[in-house]
């Protein structure tokens, strides 16, 4: 396929809810569109970055400026030495390097060349990474409830429940982390309940507040998620020996080596793998079969994506390593709008499409209403 353009659009998204974590409220969700545009197709990819940065994730401004001033000028560089031909989706990820930044432009822009191949190709995104389901289920995110409330918590997740999510992942943090939990299986006795501290608790000294964390032992849990920060693979691994609920990691995996340098530390039963953060669609599949082969579960992550992004990370829990419901409900019901359509959901099970690409293209006339921004790159040999 001969390189045309490439086309960046911006646009501003909003949750329907706010959603309060250890980390903060997510609110307001900008999202970067990718279109790669081929004499023969053109392809569309997601980035998944929020708008404020943490100290495992990049903020969203920083991979616009990323994918503006470096991605497009490397792949013009990488056409041109191949006679104007778009690089290939497994090759995208070597024209970029393996900090946090540089994984999710790698991430960003391999979903839109891996589009085009697959429009082109007339295959579907399930197919080409060798899904093993045709219906992966989805789980729920419920946040902090405002004044600690236990029973606005209760309430979310009963209407997560109601309607078809097979799991509840609800937000800890030091002073609220047994309460939500009891409260939980109170409520659902049967339901499958996973604690997410995203690294908020500590080791050691006199304010060890991870001590408490044994406590949750008591309450039938998937998983407490990332109970210490991402660096720490030692420490999570002493952490693991302590309690009887199994330690899943999110933060901790950025790339499919922390994956295995965690398993070697014992520092993780359930992996949360998030393509976007792990390098991309193809990273994402190496890290799932990783985590098959070492008998540890897995799900698909998500940041919160429009339905091209979500339907993405659908097709990677296909994946025989995705064992567990992930992030994967329909962008409806947390976004105040989406411009791209997403995948047929019943009752909590989403159906993988067998449509050519990786998802829904932005709806332009949407895009437009919603004052988005492009921005358009010309290819010149």
């Not at 909590?348 to 209403?369: K, M």
Request: glycine residues 12%.
């Amino acid at each position: 396929m001969k390189l045309v353009g490439i086309e960046l659009w911006r646009v501003d998204l909003a949750l329907s809810n706010p959603v309060a974590t250890s980390q903060g409220s997510h609110g307001p969700r900008p999202v970067l569109y990718v279109r790669v545009v081929t004499d023969e197709a053109e392809g569309w990819g997601e980035c998944g970055a929020l708008p404020g940065g943490t100290a495992v994730d990049p903020a969203l401004d920083d991979v616009d400026v990323a994918v503006a001033e470096r991605a497009v000028p490397r792949l013009f560089q990488a056409g041109a030495s191949r006679g104007g031909e778009l690089v290939g989706a497994p090759s995208v990820a070597r024209l970029f390097g393996e900090g946090p930044l540089e994984r999710v432009v790698a991430a960003t822009i391999e979903m839109a060349v891996l589009d085009a191949e697959l429009r082109s190709s007339a295959t579907a995104l399930a197919e080409r990474l060798g899904a093993v389901r045709a219906v992966v289920e989805s789980g729920g995110v419920v946040g902090i409830p405002p004044g600690r409330d236990p029973g606005a918590l209760v309430d979310a997740a009963a209407r997560l429940l109601d309607g078809g999510a097979r799991r509840v992942r609800f937000k800890i943090e030091p002073g609220w982390d047994t309460v939500p939990a009891r409260a939980l299986r109170t409520a659902f006795p049967s339901a499958a309940l996973l604690a997410d501290a995203n690294g908020a608790y500590r080791r050691g000294g006199t304010d060890d507040d991870a001590s408490v964390l044994c406590a949750l032992d008591d309450y039938g849990l998937v998983c407490i998620e990332q109970p210490l920060p991402a660096p720490d693979l030692a420490a999570l691994g002493i952490l693991a020996a302590e309690l009887a609920t199994p330690i899943g990691l999110d933060e901790s995996l950025g790339t499919v080596r922390r994956l295995a340098e965690a398993i070697r530390y014992g520092a993780v039963a359930v992996a949360c793998i998030k393509p976007s953060r792990i390098g991309g669609l193809l990273a994402a599949r190496r890290a799932l079969a990783m985590a098959a082969e070492a008998g540890i579960d897995g799900f698909v992550g998500g940041f919160f994506e429009s339905g091209l992004g979500r339907a993405a990370n659908a097709a990677v829990a296909g994946l025989c390593g995705s064992s567990l419901p992930g992030d994967l409900s329909d962008p409806a019901d947390y976004l105040v709008e989406d411009p791209c359509g997403y995948l047929e959901v019943d009752g909590g099970a989403v159906r993988l499409t067998t449509a050519p690409g990786v998802g829904a293209a932005p709806d332009s006339a949407v895009l437009a209403r919603l004052g988005a921004v492009g921005r358009w790159f010309p290819y010149r040999s």
